[in-house]
């Protein structure tokens, strides 16, 4: 019996089936919803961000230190390899100014089509609409995949259902449980690189309103939690954009009294006196302006409507003309541009989560294969893994290189059964 079941047509499972199909397995791809890769679909506000043109190093520390286990899957299926099989499949990539790759077309669902048409073509039997329910495994290891229609004798099967992130587009935990009803611990699960919320409500006049390179530190009950820089974008709700979207996967509130702030730096490059000779000089030279028009010229990648907001909460009066602000104004000002302080008051959740942190424990899973240490002939890769990545197409690039060595180890695998 050289028979794979593939349990998910997410990232992960396309090129997992493909792969254990080139590599002479007899593939089912099993999928839940009514047509494959629902999430790479909607990825990237509908355009894909599929991988990125870091060098490897840069991708290794692109996962909060847990980048080393994807070692083997990246020497195994990189980024150039992905390139090449799209374009056999006549799907063309770009690669901007910031490392994001996408595909020339900036159609997500091209990227799905070509992965899906590839798993045909390589003899992968695709089933839509089937759940899978249960995981039957003996004393020798796994032996059965059993479906919402029906039971798949199988030597080998790969988890490769996703997270519980944006869950309408079914990635529902589905792979978790059964990971963990086949004896595998989990590490505590959150949702990740996910918008913020905020307690006060002036953040909502900005909504749409982003700043570049903020220097923004996540802290609960006065401790620092984790750092980072970036571009903020402010929403309706908080806060979001890569710098906040980063830390989100650090917020785990213990209880509900514990006070969770977001400390920002809006002008990280200048020391705190430049700022205030900056201040006093943009106030010499425009006495008759109001103070945020007055200074926003000395700051020009600050937008105006964030200066105004941060002059009210410097609590500067808003007919104020620059002319007439005190020194103790101006220094109160300095002070709220370069610590800003928002309270944190939860998150958007799974369901404008970009991936899920926490997942199967990385110590029961060989990194070498992919192969479930516990259960032999059990294989798992993607989101399912306790792996999560920055923004800009790493996690994308996790799942393919995974669920491409995990087919490709299972395929071996049932090929030296007896």
């Known amino acids: 019996m050289n028979h794979v ?28 919803n009514g047509q494959c ?28 230190g847990q980048g080393r286990f994807l070692f083997p899957a990246f020497r195994h299926f990189f980024r150039p390899e992905l390139i090449a099989l799209l374009a056999q ?17 900036d159609r997500a669902a091209d ?44 030597q080998a099967a790969l988890i490769t259902c996703g997270g519980s992130s944006w869950p309408g587009t079914g990635s529902t935990g589905d792979g978790y449980r059964l990971a963990a009803k086949a004896g595998h611990p989990l590490t505590e699960l959150r949702p990740a690189l996910v918008p913020l919320t905020c307690a006060e ?28 820089r970036g571009d903020l974008l402010f929403t309706h709700t908080g806060l979001s954009g890569p710098a906040v979207l980063r830390l989100s996967r650090d917020y785990l509130p213990q209880a509900e009294t514990e006070v969770w702030q977001l400390l920002i730096n809006l002008l990280p490059d200048l ?8 201040l006093r000089e943009a106030c010499r030279e425009q006495p008759r302006q109001l103070l945020y028009n007055a200074v926003s010229g000395a700051f020009p990648g600050l937008p105006r409507a964030l200066l105004a907001s941060v002059a ?36 958007h959740g799974y369901r404008e989560a970009m991936v899920t942190a926490g997942g199967v424990r990385l110590d029961t899973v060989d990194p070498r ?50």
């Open 89 to 105: 499949q006549g799907v063309t990539v770009k690669t901007e100014p910031n490392g994001k790759v996408f595909p020339v077309s």
């Open 369 to 418: 294969t992919l192969m479930s240490r516990l259960v032999p002939g059990l294989f798992l890769a993607g989101e399912v893994l306790d792996i999560d990545g920055d923004t800009g197409g790493y996690n994308l690039q996790a799942a393919f290189s995974t669920g491409s060595l995990a087919g490709f180890s299972a395929a071996r695998y049932v090929q030296a059964q007896p």
């Open 111 to 154: 990227i799905a089509e070509a992965l899906e048409a590839a798993c045909r073509a390589a003899g992968v039997q695709i089933r839509l609409g089937e759940t899978v329910n249960k995981l039957t495994v003996g004393s020798a290891g796994l032996e059965e995949v059993i479906s919402s229609r029906a039971p798949y004798p199988a």
């Open 271 to 278: 020391a705190q006196a430049d700022v205030l000779a900056a």
């Open 37 to 64: 890769g629902r999430k790479i679909r909607v990825s990237g506000s509908g355009r894909c961000n599929l991988t990125n043109a870091a060098p490897l190093d840069g991708f290794i520390g692109a996962y909060f």
């Open 201 to 228: 409500s002036w953040p909502q006049r900005l909504s749409g309103i982003s700043c570049p390179s903020a220097d923004v530190r996540l802290v609960a009950a006065n401790k620092p939690v984790a750092r980072t």
């Open 5 to 32: 079941v593939v349990i998910g047509a997410g990232a992960a499972g396309l090129l997992a089936a493909w792969q254990a199909a080139r590599t002479g397995a007899q593939v089912t791809l099993l999928e839940k």
């Open 312 to 347: 009210g909460i410097a609590r500067i009066p808003d007919n104020l003309t620059a002319g007439h602000v005190s020194n103790r104004l101006l220094t109160e000002l300095t002070t709220c541009l370069q610590q800003l302080t928002l309270t944190v008051s939860g998150t």
